[in-house]
């Protein structure tokens, strides 16, 4: 018989916690009224944002022999 750890019982039940969370937003109007509203926040936030284009993203790349 295989004992159970604590780490694997806070694990399942850390799961179990969020498939539950999941269904009740999905499953209530409520809780599907504020995932479109977190959406809709997430994609304003995304358009508004500020892009720094002084730093080019290539220059993490390091298969890019020009960004060296």
Partial sequence: ???AT???????????????????LLGTDTGRAMLAWVYLQSTEAIAK?????AFSLDRLDPTCPQCM
Avoid at 6 to 24: C, D, E, M, Q
């Fill in 6 to 24: 604590s780490h694997r019982i806070y694990r399942i039940s850390g799961i179990t916690a969020a498939v539950v969370l999941a269904f009740v």
């Fill in 1 to 3: 018989m295989q004992i």
């Fill in 49 to 53: 944002a500020t892009h720094i284009h």
